[in-house]
């Protein structure tokens, strides 16, 4: 469904903390649906420093 790799180094937004965060939280317009109402502040921390980690 066109969903990135997210352990490469190709961003389609942007490869910072702040950027991945904001793809969690608010999704993206091309299909990536919201996060934000199903995780609590905590957990889209240490999901959003995981996702980065992956490829940092
Ligand atoms: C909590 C779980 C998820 C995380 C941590 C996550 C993370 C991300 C991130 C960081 C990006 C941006 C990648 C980039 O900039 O190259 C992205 C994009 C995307 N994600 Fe997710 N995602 C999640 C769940 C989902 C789900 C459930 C779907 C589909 C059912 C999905 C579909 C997509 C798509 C299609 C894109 C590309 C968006 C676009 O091109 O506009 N993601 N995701």
Redesign the pocket.
Known sequence: ????N?TDN?????STYK??KE??VNG??????A?GGRLSEDQIQI?AAY?YSLSN
């Open positions: 469904m066109g969903a990135p997210l190709v961003w389609l937004y942007g950027w991945i793809t969690v993206r317009q091309n299909e990536m649906p996060q999901l996702v």
